[in-house]
């Protein structure tokens, strides 16, 4: 036998050794369960490059030296979702029983393992990767109240499958590939065999495995670091947007539930934070203009993003947009041209309009605390003799639509089943509610019998997901380059219907206007409405008939301006409260947008953004700067610093009145 010959068998000799001891290594117990974790972190990761690729757009480029921190940061935030979800699993597999061993227990731990993480990882978060385009956010606690509330969520939930059905052949891959993996980590018990060591060493490891898991839930080895919460995500990341690309669910539903609690923010004693920012307004009875006592109609524009009118962006469409009539009344009326909302979904809209009072981590009218004695405009033109209603083609109390509106004063409320009542035949619906052309024409003629003055929202619904047009509309709108466009076109459409015949009738010259998103959509087709900013750009304008107002407003202003605007318009001189500004009377008050992105804190003034967590500013760009590509925050110039303490101000008195539940001027 050769030299050569006695190598390759002592070769493959060793060889067979180390497969057997690496195997061996493998089939311990505590290697085996780290390994099926680990088969986890490889789902996530997977869940959130679909996550990213399908939300491109809204996200945008992440560069390459991003990669590192962001990683870091997925992975504090993976390996909280993981042990939420796998508790009882991790639990059952570290009891000290030799039982754990046995077949019947190994397979209950598998249906364990795959039920909770299909449902709680998989499925959870590819929901999360369609619902934030819509909202910009991933699946919080709030969520629950909306799911819960709402008698079409079935609807919407087959209506979003059948619509990404890739994403369901997504799922079934990674399904599969989670029970591959995990049947390929070999097992066997425990090789102590002598009980008086067994049990002593079993305890021992499920005592270091209670440990590593409340290390691991907190992230942190110091008891007094505070738990991770949604926000600090922005730490890890150089845009607000990319925040959702490193979080995950479980996660951020359970931090959430807790977070329902509402916490105040103390930047300054009281006396200075009101000499900086306070919600008081004290009006001087001079007003650049006067309306009079006219018929007031709000109306809340679904998704209505400023990119589609080619009004308010001509470079944006430069071959016409997808609200020609909207655009016709803007040139005639008052458009204000920067304009923001104060929130991402519809039930934060009806707060910030009807009651100027903005909605930030947590839907203002889901507080507890949003319970308390309001004056909000409703109520004080109700003061003033004006029939107060509230026009919505949705089922009773949608999305709390009927609850916030009682809660600021509106009286009287025409939804569905009103319509059907005069139509009980006929199929004018999708899963939201009537569609609007048939639900503006019925508003219309309910309008002609109110009592004069009135006061009246009207919240359209056609431009929600899912998307859907009556079928004798469907091929007559602009195709657009996106499915929110063509309904975008379509309301646009049936409020010119709407004038069309209201315009006959009396009450139509003595009428204020009033025209404002509930929120941008979740569908942008520039680059510069995908930023954070650009994000929640809306369309807002005023039109009277009799053009006694006109004119452009070019400064910042958010759905928080319009009580005040409106108040000042009709000559209210009595105090009142609210966290908008006046913008025609008030030039003392600084014209600036706050909303809440991601769970990060965004502020909008006519010469830079900022953007906070509550604890500390993480990023500044300035106005011009419409793509956000160059963050300041190192400059910290006496303009920025200036602009911080007012957002900080504005923070402070929100949190310090919705704690006391203090809505009046006192």
Not at 9 to 31: F, Q
Not at 480 to 495: E, F, K, R, W
Not at 541 to 555: I, N, R, V, W
Not at 621 to 636: E, H, R, W
Request: aromatic share 14%; proline share 4%.
């Amino acid at each position: 036998m050769t030299h050569y010959t006695l190598y390759c068998v002592s070769l493959h000799t060793y060889s067979i050794t180390a497969t057997s001891k690496m195997k061996k290594l493998l089939s311990n117990d505590l290697i085996a369960l780290i390994l099926k974790l680990l088969v986890l972190y490889i789902i996530l990761l997977c869940t959130q490059v679909v996550f990213y690729i399908y939300n491109y757009h809204s996200i945008g480029t992440i560069q390459w030296s991003a990669l590192p921190l962001m990683l870091k940061g997925a992975l504090k935030f993976d390996t909280i979702s993981i042990l939420y979800l796998n508790s009882a699993f991790l639990a059952l597999s570290l009891l000290p029983f030799h039982f754990r061993e046995k077949k019947w227990y190994q397979q209950m731990l598998f249906w364990i393992y795959t039920i909770t993480n299909t449902l709680g990882l998989i499925v959870l978060n590819l929901a999360d990767t369609v619902y934030y385009r819509y909202t910009f956010k991933r699946i919080t606690a709030e969520e629950l109240h909306f799911f819960r509330e709402n008698d079409n969520t079935g609807d919407i939930l087959w209506k979003s499958i059948d619509e990404n059905w890739y994403l369901v052949l997504v799922a079934i891959a990674l399904i599969a590939l989670m029970v591959y993996l995990y049947k390929k980590v070999p097992y066997q018990g425990s090789t102590i065999t002598k009980r008086w060591l067994y049990y002593p060493v079993q305890i021992l490891l499920l005592g270091l495995g209670v440990a590593i898991y409340f290390i691991g839930i907190r992230s942190s080895f110091d008891r007094k670091a505070i738990p991770a919460t949604v926000g600090h995500a922005a730490f890890y990341t150089q845009t607000a947007a990319q925040t959702s690309v490193i979080l995950s669910n479980p996660f951020c539903t359970l931090r959430t539930l807790r977070a329902q609690q509402f916490q105040t923010l103390h930047y300054f004693d009281d006396a200075t934070a009101e000499k900086i920012f306070t919600p008081y307004h004290y009006p001087s009875g001079n007003f650049k203009y006067q309306i009079g006592q006219k018929n007031i109609i709000i109306f809340v524009l679904e998704s209505f993003n400023r990119e589609h009118s080619q009004f308010m962006m001509p470079h944006l469409n430069p071959n016409g947009g997808y609200t020609p009539f909207l655009d016709s009344l803007m040139r005639e009326g008052y458009a204000f041209t920067n304009a923001y909302s104060n929130g991402r979904k519809s039930i934060e809209a009806l707060p910030s309009i009807l009651a100027s009072i903005p909605s930030y981590q947590v839907p203002f009218a889901l507080l507890p605390e949003a319970v308390g004695e309001m004056k909000a405009l409703p109520t004080i033109l109700e003061e003033h003799g004006y029939s107060t209603h509230f026009f919505c083609g949705a089922t009773e109390n949608q999305m709390g639509f009927e609850a916030i509106g009682k809660m600021t004063g509106i009286r009287h409320f025409h939804n569905r089943a009103d319509f059907e009542k005069q139509h009980p035949n006929g199929d004018y619906a999708n899963v939201w509610g009537i569609w609007d052309m048939d639900f503006l024409q019925f508003t219309e003629q309910e309008i002609n019998k109110l009592q004069k003055p009135f006061f009246t929202t009207i919240y359209t619904l056609t431009s929600h997901h899912p998307f859907d047009l009556p079928q004798e509309y469907a091929d007559k709108m602009p195709t657009g380059v996106n499915p929110l466009q063509p309904c975008v076109a379509y309301t646009d459409l049936s409020i010119r219907k709407f004038f069309e015949k209201a315009q006959k009738e009396p009450w139509f010259q003595n009428t204020l206007f009033i025209f404002v998103a509930d929120h941008a959509g979740g569908y942008n087709a520039h680059e510069e409405s995908q930023t954070t900013k650009g994000s929640t750009a809306i369309i807002y304008f005023m039109y009277t008939p009799d053009h006694s107002l006109q004119g452009l407003g070019a400064e910042v202003s958010q759905q928080l301006d319009i009580m005040p605007t409106t108040l000042g318009l009709i000559g209210y001189k009595q105090p009142y409260f609210a966290f908008g500004r006046d913008a025609f009377n008030e030039p003392e008050r600084q014209a600036v947008a706050t909303n809440c992105v991601n769970q990060i804190y965004q502020f909008i003034s006519d010469s830079l953004s900022l953007y906070s967590n509550g604890e500390q500013t993480l990023y500044a760009f300035t106005a011009n700067d419409t793509l956000q590509k160059t963050n300041i925050l190192n400059l910290n110039n006496a303009s920025q610093k200036a602009a911080n303490n007012y957002f900080k101000a504005i923070l402070q008195s929100y949190t310090q009145h919705v704690k006391r539940k203090q809505y009046t001027v006192k």
